[in-house]
């Protein structure tokens, strides 16, 4: 007959020397990765008044929470177990698979022209990026060089699209710590990003603007003056932001030796971007491998710190909207002058007007878009610096007009990995600060 405990708490109770019943407990504790569930330390479990109580057994005895997926600071997706002593955090999970969405597998059944709409929703708050890093390794297996215009219009929009991510940021990770002022004036100048964003692409997200063999369209007639407001706004907006929060006590105590991650570490787990910068060390693709794109014809400095610390994490994304804008005054200085894509015509539409006074132009047009173009059988790895570290593109072709393979490497999957060992003997308050910091883009992770 079962004991009212085993009915209770689903557990058989442990018969055999105490050896044994320490080797059960022990196995019990490690990780599930099939039911993906931490086990805890032992439990005592007793009876009470009133029923069966499961209560600690020793004042050194864990218990197991869920924080979230459904929390608002954890992205509404994002599912951290911990382990807790207390307040303090003995070890940290990360649980993900709720926003799953299967883009990989999606992106091997369309064409290379179509690919461009399903991998700009993979960071959504970085999308020009994604777009960026799919339109690189297609080219690179077409062997395309792209016009001078092409490259300088890319950089400008991609910095941009950086800007609005790192105000994203500020936005929402002074809203998580408590500083709820900082999700109005952080939206504030995000808000005039994107709207310039809208007037060129025509979307304020998910954009499909950078396609392969260029750009959907070429700049609007005034661009330079619009995009030199959004750069004067977006400059004052920060120095805002460092006024109210870089020198708050309650800031301070918060951020400030919260969270912190050694350069071994950070490399061990992959993390990229700027967790790996506040480290200490300045790895930045723009810098040491800018593919197809000219950073080695601007000026502009990669930011890094060395605590590895919420705090530093902070100013890293803080100082690098002002490199964006500095690299994006550059653009708007140096533009050149030509065609915003390649004149292939196996890859590129014929012009808009075209198709209206010539039969050939329109079946192109239709062909295009319905089968669209060849790609010579090889396989490519392309990576960029995306706000949140190194996304790269893996594509493998098999000489049709669909992709054989498409891998994303997504930074915000891997950076995930450092939440564990930044948790790990904090406390539970802190939790927040540190998944904020991270800056992971669930839609990125699940593709």
């Known amino acids: ?30 990780t599930d990765e099939g039911a993906q569930e931490l086990r805890p330390t032992k439990l005592k479990e007793v009876v009470l008044a009133g029923g069966p109580w499961p209560e600690m057994d020793d004042p050194g005895s864990t218990m197991l929470i869920n924080m979230g997926p459904q929390h608002p600071s954890t992205h509404g997706v994002l599912r951290i177990m911990l382990e807790l002593d207390s307040e303090v955090v003995i070890q940290a999970k990360p649980v993900v698979g709720y926003l799953h969405t299967g883009m990989e597998k999606t992106g091997e059944e369309l064409t290379y022209v179509q690919g461009s709409t399903n991998v700009t929703r993979m960071d959504y708050a970085s999308p020009l990026a994604n777009e960026l890093v799919f339109s690189l390794a297609v080219e690179n297996l077409l062997d395309l060089e792209m016009p001078p215009r092409v490259r ?71 661009w330079q003056e619009d995009v030199l407001n959004v750069c004067d706004l977006v ?18 105590e918060r951020t400030v030796g919260v969270g912190k ?3 071994e570490q950070a490399i061990a787990l992959g993390a990229t971007g700027p967790i790996l910068r506040s480290t200490g060390f300045a790895w930045d693709l723009r810098k040491s491998q800018a593919v197809d794109l000219p950073y080695d014809e ?11 610390d919420v705090f530093d994490r902070y100013r890293i994304r803080l100082y690098e909207i002002l490199e964006s804008v500095k690299i ?38 239709f062909k295009l878009f319905t089968e ?8 490519t790895y392309v990576a960029v610096e995306s706000p949140r570290g190194e996304i790269g593109c893996y594509l493998v072709s098999d000489g049709t007009g669909k992709p054989m393979r498409l891998h ?8 995930l990995q450092s939440m564990a060992p930044m948790m790990e003997g904090s406390m539970v308050a802190d939790g927040v600060a540190i998944i904020s910091s991270v800056d992971p883009i669930m839609g990125e992770v699940d593709r």
């Open 1 to 30: 007959m079962t004991d009212p405990i085993s009915r209770l708490t689903g557990k058989r109770p442990r018969h055999g020397s105490p050896e044994q019943i320490a080797g059960e407990e022990r196995l019990e504790r490690q």
């Open 328 to 365: 994006v005054r550059q653009c708007v200085a140096r533009m050149p002058p030509g065609d915003y894509r390649v004149q292939d015509l196996k890859v590129t539409p014929p012009p808009r007007a075209r198709i209206d006074e010539s039969m050939e132009a329109l079946i192109h047009h």
């Open 408 to 415: 994303i490497r997504g930074p915000s999957f891997y950076n």
């Open 298 to 308: 601007v000026d502009f400095d990669v930011i890094y710190t060395s605590n590895g």
């Open 372 to 379: 669209g173009f060849k790609v010579p059988p090889g396989e």
């Open 261 to 263: 991650i050694t350069t």
């Open 235 to 252: 400059e004052e907006g920060v120095q805002e932001y460092d006024d109210l929060l870089s020198a708050n006590p309650i800031w301070l």
């Open 152 to 222: 300088w219009m890319r950089m400008m929009l991609v910095e941009l699209s950086r800007m609005a991510s790192h105000l994203l940021f500020q936005a929402t990770n002074g809203m998580d710590l408590g500083a709820v002022s900082m999700i109005i004036y952080g939206w504030r100048e995000r808000e005039e990003v994107l709207r310039f964003l809208e007037r060129v692409t025509g979307l304020r997200m998910n954009h499909n603007f950078i396609r392969p063999g260029g750009l959907a369209a070429d700049l609007h007639d005034g």
